[in-house]
């Protein structure tokens, strides 16, 4: 019961604040998108303050002081070999007891925002593939999504995606469930240098969310999760290390290349004059 | 053994291209690794949204005609696997116009059925009409202007080949042979040229080849200027400006950019099989100067030059050389592009002395072994994350090598045999 009180006023409070604005709620349906309606590219800064203070404008809102669903523990990694990775988030997550039947009734989910790297991207076609197939809710790409580009001539993409919380699990009788998120990643080319570059992740943005419905409106109710249990940058930086073109080889492999074009393309000249036609 | 009949490899060819695309929904839909090409979604999407009555050109990476689109809009009110049928209906097509230029041609049925095989039953081919890849509709129309010229229908001809370069820019190159082949010495008013026949390939061909060379070349020069070379000239002009025009109209400059300039700008510092990958690859950060995009042309068009002034009168044989040539030496070259020669190959092979053994199977072998060589680094660097850049480029210039030594091979062993047969010398007042 005090958990509808508390949704209700903070949907009296967004609304207030849209009025301020001069805003009518949007529905966006993804958390990035309203940023990047805003913004139009990725700064790091502007996008830490955005989730910080702007989300209770849109259809997200930021639910501050109850817990639907807490996050225990999160650990992440990089895994695959090759060109094409994972870039996984495996979360522990905690349901109150008391509130089970109103999240069963509301269809909630865990939303990462993951800031990747210019040296790596996500195929949106292929974050659709898995929406299709019910791996996902929802996914989107926000930013550079130019899949071609070598990365010193490419932005920092976002990544957004909705997982969500299969309603099974919350009638279990258990109070807590894991949840694994991959992100399929694939490797841009990278800078020339020596052997491998290095690409580094930062920390995602986690929320819980739970969808709730007044009015006729549906509303997301999202909670961000404590950047203290995201695992520190510093302490166990999350990298992926890709081969890189080596700027030595540059002269070698350039007139190599051209000797060899034009050697081969002379003995095909050479045997075409030289065919007689008998 | 059996008489192996043209109508039994077809349907046999058929039914296993339907298997096929089956099996390709059951993998789509079980295992990890999708057996459908990645591009059949890209046209699919594309097509989807056209049918939606938006442009195909929001789907980022869709690089072809609105054309394709169009074709493939069943996809989403009929069937997913539409295009695949399509696709593949038009791999069964290349076949049997295989078999039908080379009746035409005067090949004995044995050999004609044996050579479209060669195409019907090449793992290259009968897969990448099943993924769903557009190659086969382009190569059955080449083969359809072949047939066309060999009936003399250059009206037709003209039509077919504006479409084609409008679809797929590279048969752009066949330009120059057809126009040297449409010699005023070979065609007489209300006349059809006469072929030459498969069974004089030996005895009278070389005569008539010495004569159609000396003539041919002096008549190129001296009447250069022909009514049939005219309107196939402006015919297929015509239809390309048409066709590329209309789809301005309809989608602007993203299909301009996306359809034809980024196809003739292209290129690619990812690793592919050519040559100029990891060059490109170095010097990304810097914009090519006029002279290396020169010295880098230069190796392709001499090629493309000196094959079409010794073999354009043997047409088949001149666009077979040239296509490989035009791929081997390509700063992009992706597996797709093999199919542009192989369904050339078959129209060569009944000319050629080459035997299986030993000198056609060590072709094979050298061509496939360079091949596979090179996609043994290519996954190294890919799936294994290994810097392999250098073993990589060096396994391109083994496949250059590779396909040179085909190239080298195929023209020493190649009994040379004009398409057409020159009327006489009365015939250069026609026109």
């Known amino acids: ?247 030595e080889h540059a002269a070698v492999v350039s007139a190599v290349t051209f000797g060899f074009a034009i050697s081969t393309a002379l003995l095909i000249v050479l045997t075409s004059v030289s065919y007689s036609r008998q | 053994m059996a008489e192996i009949t043209f109508r039994s490899v077809l349907l046999l060819s058929a039914v296993f291209r339907v298997v096929l695309i089956l099996y390709g929904e059951w993998q789509d839909a079980h295992m990890a690794v999708r057996y459908t090409d990645i591009d059949y979604f890209v046209f699919s999407d594309a097509a989807a949204l056209m049918a939606s009555g938006k442009s195909p050109y929001e789907r980022s990476t869709y690089r072809y005609s609105p054309l394709l689109a169009f074709l493939l809009m069943p996809n989403s009110f009929l069937h997913q696997s539409w295009g695949k049928f399509l696709f593949s209906a038009s791999d069964l097509l290349v076949g049997l116009l295989i078999h039908r230029i080379l009746k035409l041609r005067g090949v004995p049925e044995k050999l004609s059925t044996y050579s479209a095989m060669v195409w019907l039953f090449n793992p290259f081919t009968f897969t990448i009409g099943t993924r769903g890849n557009c190659e086969p509709i382009v190569c059955s129309m080449i083969l359809w202007i072949l047939i066309c010229l060999m009936k003399d229908n250059p009206i037709q001809a003209a039509f077919w080949y504006g479409l084609v370069v409008h679809l797929r820019i590279y048969p752009i190159i066949y330009a120059l042979p057809i126009i040297i082949i449409l010699d005023p010495l070979c065609f007489q008013h209300s006349k059809k040229p006469a072929l030459v026949q498969w069974s004089f390939r030996t005895s009278e061909s070389s005569l008539d080849s010495s004569s159609a060379e000396i003539i041919g070349f002096w008549n190129f020069f001296r009447s250069l200027i022909t009514w049939r070379r005219v309107v196939f000239g402006i015919l297929s002009g015509t239809t390309f400006l048409i066709l590329t025009g209309l789809s301005f109209y309809l989608y602007g400059w993203d299909f301009l950019h996306e359809a034809l300039l980024y196809h003739l700008t292209r290129t690619d510092p990812r690793h592919n099989f050519s040559i100029y990958f990891y060059h490109i690859y170095l010097h990304y950060e810097h914009e090519f100067s006029i002279l290396e ?91 294994r994350g290994k810097n392999v850049f250098l073993q990589l480029w060096m396994a391109s210039l083994l496949f250059l090598a590779a396909n040179t030594f085909v190239m080298i091979n195929v023209i020493r062993n190649h009994a040379f045999c004009p398409l057409f047969k020159p009327s006489s010398s009365k015939s250069l007042k026609d026109d």
């Open chain 1, 1 to 247: 019961m005090q958990c509808v009180s508390v949704i209700f006023l903070i949907s009296i409070k967004s609304f207030v604040l849209a009025s301020i604005y001069g805003q009518t709620c949007s529905l966006d349906e993804y958390i990035a998108e309203s940023y990047f309606k805003k913004y139009h590219s990725f700064i790091e800064r502007e996008f830490d303050n955005f989730i910080a203070n702007k989300i209770p404008l849109g259809s997200y809102k930021l639910l501050e002081d109850k817990n639907l669903v807490t996050v225990k523990s999160i650990s992440r990694n990089v895994i695959g070999e090759g060109s094409h990775r994972w870039l996984s988030s495996s979360m522990s997550l905690k349901f109150p007891h008391e509130l089970k039947r109103e999240l069963t009734a509301s269809s909630c989910e865990v939303v990462v925002i993951e800031r990747l790297p210019s040296g790596v991207f996500t195929d949106p076609f292929e974050l659709q593939h898995f929406v299709q197939r019910g791996v996902f809710t929802d996914a989107a790409v926000f930013g550079d999504t130019n899949l071609e580009l070598p990365s010193f001539r490419s932005n920092q993409t976002v990544v957004e995606i909705h997982m969500s919380i299969d309603s099974k699990v919350l009638l279990r009788d258990e109070d807590e469930s894991e949840v694994i998120l991959k992100v399929p990643l694939h490797a841009r080319y990278q800078p020339l240098g020596h052997g491998f570059s290095r690409v580094e992740f930062g920390a995602p943005n986690i929320f819980t969310c739970c969808s709730s419905t007044e009015q006729d409106v549906t509303k997301k109710l999202c909670q961000p999760i404590p950047t203290s249990l995201i695992p520190e940058k510093k302490a166990s930086p999350l990298m992926w290390e890709i081969p890189c073109g080596n700027k």
């Open chain 2, 293 to 383: 995009k020169l010295i880098s042309f230069l190796p392709q068009f001499t090629v493309q030059l000196i094959l079409i002034l010794r073999f354009a009168p043997d047409l088949p044989f001149c666009l077979f050389l040239q296509t490989v040539a035009f791929v081997a030496f390509n700063k992009v070259i992706t597996a797709q592009y093999f199919v542009w020669f192989f369904c050339l190959l078959p129209l060569i092979l009944p000319w050629s002395n080459m035997r299986l053994k030993w000198r056609g199977l060590a072709c094979v072998s050298v061509w496939i072994g360079a091949q596979t060589h090179w996609l043994m680094w290519g996954y190294l660097l890919e799936f």
